[in-house]
């Protein structure tokens, strides 16, 4: 398993801002994801963070509006960008390839809300 | 995309109870995986099936997986009020690590 912070737990934003939400794994791994948990909602991946290049984003998610860097194999970063309301959610960290098998393992997530 | 589905959306019962959530996917799969959120958190893995596994247990869970249904099952047994929390299944379409998860249940353990 691994520890995986991530920071700002939570945070309220004003429209129109951008928040960049860091997350930092305790061990290397191959492979992170940025999921988003709207309110009610059940989890959707925004984008696979690759090292050293550009991010693989999901239908309906675009660079410009989450751009994610990923230095080295242990942080990334996601940025969301001129928030509006519906952006309000939880973001969340995951790593994959610290077993044998294919669970993911997550951070505490960042709930953000726009007001 | 969400590839499966869960029933019920919520469920509540008395400790000591057992709790019984379904879920239902699309596609064909290597595995399919159980996850606990409390309280809008981080998910915790709790047992991967495999598509070659009709049943797995751990501890007080017992999942079942019937692929000519395209259905699991999750069973927590002798609830407990820290049970209480959103369950989702997810699976693995591609098998490449990229989880797509259910909607999730939401179970209520009241004391």
């Known amino acids: 398993s691994a520890v995986i912070s991530q920071k700002p737990s939570r945070d309220i934003c004003q429209r129109g801002t951008s928040l960049t939400i860091q997350c930092q794994v305790d061990?290397?791994?191959?492979?992170m994801f940025w999921y988003r948990q709207q309110p009610g909602q059940s989890l959707t991946l925004i984008a696979t963070?690759?090292?050293?290049?550009?991010?693989?984003?999901e239908s309906g998610f675009v660079i410009d509006k989450f751009p994610i860097s990923r230095p080295n194999l242990t942080f990334s970063t996601l940025t969301v960008s001129n928030m509006s309301p519906e952006d309000s959610s939880i973001y969340l960290c995951?790593?994959?390839?610290?077993?044998?098998?294919?669970?993911?393992?997550f951070g505490e997530g960042s709930r953000l809300t726009v007001l | 995309s969400q590839q499966g589905e869960e029933d019920p959306q919520a469920l509540s019962i008395q400790e000591g109870e057992n709790a019984t959530m379904n879920c239902s996917y699309k596609?064909?799969?290597?595995?399919l995986q159980w996850y606990r959120q409390n309280s809008g958190r981080g998910l915790v893995h709790l047992i991967l099936?495999?598509?070659?596994?009709r049943e797995k247990h751990s501890g007080r869970l017992r999942v079942t997986l019937d692929t000519s249904k395209k259905s699991s099952s999750l069973l927590i047994t002798a609830s407990r009020a820290a049970d209480t929390a959103s369950y989702f299944c997810?699976?693995?379409?591609?098998?490449?690590?990229?989880?797509?998860f259910g909607a999730g249940t939401t179970v209520t353990v009241r004391a």
């Open positions: 099936i495999r598509s070659n596994e």
């Open positions: 997810a699976t693995d379409p591609s098998n490449d690590y990229k989880l797509s």
């Open positions: 995951s790593v994959a390839g610290l077993a044998v098998t294919g669970e993911l393992f």
């Open positions: 596609t064909s799969i290597n595995n």
């Open positions: 061990s290397q791994v191959t492979m």
């Open positions: 963070a690759n090292q050293g290049s550009e991010a693989t984003y």
